[in-house]
């Protein structure tokens, strides 16, 4: 029985994250994308930044979340008969996939961040000039 419960609940996960983008979603990434394009101030690519750090774990979550999937389709895999290796393989690319928008996310995070204390230094510079 314990073992039908966690195949429940991964196959949820399984079927979540390969889930199309809701409406909300294609409206938000529309959003980050004009934020990203008017971000001036140091406070604007501060948000920018904890936008895209938060996004990171997100995708880190959700890679690990694959990993432990994809182990359980290793371990278990007579389970599933012919389907384990497409299972396996399925899930293995979802978790490549998480993992490097994860690293994309960092960077972008870490780039807002430098573009933050340039604005910050800017706005000093200006500041002395006066």
Request: hydrophobic share 35%; charged share 30%.
């Amino acid at each position: 029985m314990e073992t039908r419960t966690l195949f429940a609940a991964l196959s949820l996960g399984l079927l979540a994250a390969c889930a199309q983008l809701t409406p909300l979603e294609a409206v938000q990434n529309t959003n980050i994308r004009k934020a990203v394009q008017n971000a001036r101030t140091r406070s604007d690519h501060d948000a920018l930044t904890k936008y895209f750090e938060g996004a990171a774990r997100e995708m880190q979550t959700k890679a690990e979340e694959q990993r432990k999937l994809l182990e359980h389709y290793e371990e278990k895999g007579y389970l599933y008969g012919r389907q384990a290796e497409d299972r396996k393989s399925r899930t293995w690319a979802l978790a490549r996939k998480y993992e490097e928008s994860a690293q994309a996310n960092i960077k972008e995070a870490a780039a807002h961040r430098q573009m933050a204390l340039e604005a910050a230094q800017g706005s000093y510079a200006a500041q002395d000039g006066q």
